[in-house]
C-alpha cells in the first residue's frame, strides 16, 4: 500500500513575497543583494581572486641573514660572473639563493644550510658546463631550470653524473647538450633508490 505523497523539498522561491509572521506594521525586504566573491578558474580548480598576492608571496621561502662584508663581497662576486649570462640582479640573487639556502628550494628538501658562494667554485661550474657544449645562451637557460647546480659538487655530483650518463647510456657530444637542455637536474641525481623510495625525489634517478 502507497503511503502519503511528501511534499518535494525543491520549493519555489518568490524574491518578491514578504514574510508576514511579523507584526503587521513591520516590513520586510527579502530583496537583499548577495554578495558572491569573485573566482579565478585555474583548470579544474578555483583560487580565490586576489592571485596576484599569492605570486609575489608563496613562492618561495626566504632567509636573509645578516652578512659581513667580506661576505657580501663573495656574494656579489658570484653574482657578477653570472652577469655573463644576460641576467637582471634580481635574478642574480634568486639563483645564487636557491643555489646556496637563501631561498628554499624543493630540491634540497630541508637540509641545506644557507651558505655563502665562492667565486672560484660557481665559475668552475660554469666553466665545467662550457666544456660540455653548452653556449652562454644555453647555460642562461639551463641556470634558470636548475639553479642549485650551482651548490652541487663538482667532482662528486656534476662530473660523476656526466660519467655516468656516459657509461650506462651511452649519452655524450651533441646528445648530452640536448638533454642537459632539455633536462638539467640530471647533473644533480645523487640517488638511486631502485624503486625502494627514500623520499628524496628531487634528487633520484628515478626521475630519468
Known sequence: MLGKTVASPLLRFDPTVCFNSYPA???????????IPRYNLRGNGIANHPTRDWELHSTAQIHDPILSNEDNKKWESCKQALSTYGFANDEQEKILGKAFGRIHSPYWGEERK?????????SEILSYLKDLGLTDDDIGKFLKKFPEVLGCSLENEVKANVGILEKEWGIK????????????????YNIDCKGDCMAQCTRCWVRF
Open 25 to 35: 506594521h513591520i516590513s520586510v525586504n527579502v530583496n537583499l543583494p548577495i554578495y
Open 114 to 122: 644557507v651558505e655563502v658562494p665562492k667565486f672560484e667554485i660557481v
Open 173 to 188: 657530444g651533441k646528445t648530452l647538450r640536448s638533454l642537459l637542455i632539455r633536462n638539467p637536474k640530471v647533473l644533480g
